[in-house]
């Protein structure tokens, strides 16, 4: 339940001791609160980077205004440079509070249609999927694992600004159960890292590339789906060639050759073993011959949004080795997808809304079942995650008492980490990255932890083991089962060429390359060029404030939401869980976002 905290105490000043830069600024905010207030605001066009600028030019011309109109003479505008110096405001959102009211209030603004001043007025009492056992539990294994492996003090050039990011979709409903977004507002933290795109996935997106191989075939099955235990050329700088069997020609207009982690003669390797340890040669090819349309339409099917898509690679190869850059929240609800025999809930946030005349608005319905694949596809990859967890990438889970699947994911020169997995019950992802906060551009993580590199299967399986260790236990919620049992699917293609032959050093293209499976990487190339992590003008809403549209609101400090059960946005107190009163709490009376196999949240 979200409704409106104690405002902030502020210090008092009578308008007649304003300064006219002062005043000024403030007929300025008034434009619209949500896109000039410094803080920030709801929306991804809504940070405070763009709304100081918008501040600032709207301060400018209202100035020159003023002049033109005759309400101010030239001689004193001409003394009025400087923009008021603004007080940084200390935000009382502690933890995952913030994060958990931006997304609730951007998905009740697009769903319902609802301005975000109108809901800065209060009055509304907004319901929620989160619960808030897993938000604790989700904040408490990324605060463990950061205390254990990371050290600032000891090693500031290394583990200074890594960032984490993490989402938890319930597969049977799309409700976002739990986010992580950061160390929370009272921090100086105000992106929500589980709800923003800019951070590349790498292989953790070969699952889309294998399920759109056995959803629509290759250009060697005729369009008949595509068997797992399919063979594909592994060895390390194999060239790749187009569907009509010639070499693709690189920048330079030699053959392309595919980079793997390192140097091993893979030989012909099943896609399934390719998968299991991230072998990126066989996945790069099977995109060509999927066709890389194809493998977008199934990422979209699976609630991945095309925005998200690297448009600096829409026809390039390396797309199939995750140059994307989708929220944790889709990527959490893509996978969910595969949980649940292929069907997709768009995510959400909201379960209900009453307005401020005590009317239940009509538009939060919980999402429609979709098909996202077909189940023969959907547990197929999932066995095949299921292998990488007790064989390949991801062991370090293969402990758990419980069945679980996912994938690792590392890109180019080491500056994001990704591992997303899931049980029946439950799809969690898990991002780490590194960022420069003055420009905001991703950084390596090389020596990050003491470690040569971080890979998916380091400290992002981790945080990811730490959580869904405890939210297992959850019986009330949670009875885990094993997944089903895939049928037979697809044509076996082993076309069994020769091995290509060692390339001349002039051949060798290092295109994006996958760290998953050795601990030392080669030295990687430049990546192609896609949104960096908060670069607005870049980005837009990877989680879609629970999935609507793709500009919902992930930043700003703001008052509204709030931190209570069932209440005016007014008020504190009120119902929660079926009628506990809570103070303090952004959770819904819907069993807290939580579900049973069979059930669904709301």
């Not at 969910?336 to 319905?365: C, I, M, N, R, W």
Request: aromatic letters at 6%; glycine letters at 12%.
């Amino acid at each position: 339940m979200v409704s409106r905290p104690p405002r902030r105490p502020i210090s008092a000043k009578d308008a007649e001791d304003l300064e006219p830069n002062e005043s000024v600024f403030l007929a300025s905010v008034l434009k619209g609160p949500n896109l000039y207030n410094p803080d920030g605001g709801i929306g991804s066009n809504a940070s405070q980077k763009a709304n100081t600028e918008r501040a600032e030019k709207r301060w400018e011309w209202i100035l020159d205004r003023m002049v033109e109109v005759g309400r101010m003479p030239q001689s004193e505008r001409d003394k009025i440079t400087e923009f008021p110096k603004l007080k940084k405001q200390k935000s009382k959102l502690s933890g995952q509070t913030g994060y958990l009211l931006d997304i609730a209030k951007g998905y009740v603004a697009k769903t319902a249609d609802i301005s975000t001043d109108d809901l800065e007025r209060g009055g509304y009492r907004i319901y929620t999927t989160f619960d808030k056992d897993r938000v604790r539990d989700l904040e408490k294994a990324v605060h463990k694992t950061r205390e254990d492996l990371l050290d600032e003090k000891k090693r500031p050039d290394t583990d200074t600004h890594v960032q984490f990011g993490a989402a938890s979709v319930d597969p049977d409903s799309g409700a976002i159960v739990a986010v992580y977004g950061g160390e929370g507002y009272d921090k100086g933290h105000y992106t929500n890292n589980a709800d923003t795109m800019g951070v590349p996935v790498g292989s953790t997106w070969k699952p889309f590339v294998l399920a759109s191989a056995m959803e629509y075939g290759t250009i060697h099955t005729g369009g008949q789906p595509l068997s797992p235990q399919s063979l594909y050329q592994g060895n390390d700088l194999t060239v790749i060639k187009d569907q009509n069997g010639e070499p693709i020609k690189n920048d330079k207009g030699l053959p392309f050759r595919q980079k793997n982690e390192g140097t091993q003669a893979w030989g012909m390797i099943t896609l399934e073993e390719a998968m299991e340890h991230s072998v990126n040669v066989p996945f790069v090819q099977l995109g060509i011959d999927v066709g890389l349309d194809n493998t977008r339409k199934t990422a979209m099917d699976l609630g991945i949004l095309k925005d998200s898509f690297d448009s600096g690679n829409m026809n390039n190869a390396s797309f199939s080795l995750g140059t994307s850059t989708p929220s944790a929240i889709r990527m959490a609800d893509a996978y969910a997808g595969f949980a649940s025999s292929g069907v997709h809930y768009e995510p959400f946030s909201v379960t209900k809304v009453v307005d401020p005349t005590g009317k239940e608005l009509p538009q939060f319905d919980p999402p429609k079942k979709e098909e996202g694949l077909e189940p023969a596809v959907a547990d197929n990859v999932t066995k095949v995650l299921e292998n990488v967890v007790q064989n390949g990438t991801a062991k370090a889970l293969a402990d758990l008492p419980f069945p679980n699947a996912g994938k690792t994911g590392t890109t180019d020169q080491n500056k994001s980490a990704w591992y997303v997995g899931y049980t029946s019950e439950l799809s969690t992802a898990v991002a780490m990255f590194r960022t420069n906060p003055k420009d905001k551009k991703l950084l390596s993580m090389n020596g990050a932890g003491g470690m040569t590199s971080i890979h998916g299967g380091d400290i992002p399986a981790d945080v990811w083991k730490e959580y869904m260790s405890v939210a297992m236990q959850d019986k009330e919620k949670y009875n885990p089962q094993p997944f089903p049992e895939p049928a037979p699917i697809g044509t076996v293609y082993n076309p069994a060429p020769s091995p290509e032959p060692s390339p001349s050093e002039s051949e060798v293209e290092e295109d994006e390359e996958e760290k998953d499976d050795k601990p030392t990487p080669s030295k990687p190339a430049e990546p192609s060029t896609t949104c960096e992590p908060f670069d607005f003008e870049c980005m837009t809403n990877g989680g879609n404030t629970g999935g609507q549209t793709a500009d919902g609101g992930t930043t700003g400090e703001t008052d509204t939401g709030g931190t209570t059960g069932e209440t005016d946005t007014g008020g504190t107190g009120g119902e929660e869980d079926g009628g506990t009163v809570t103070e303090g709490t952004v959770f819904g009376n819907n069993n807290s976002g939580g579900n049973s196999r069979g059930g669904t949240t709301g």
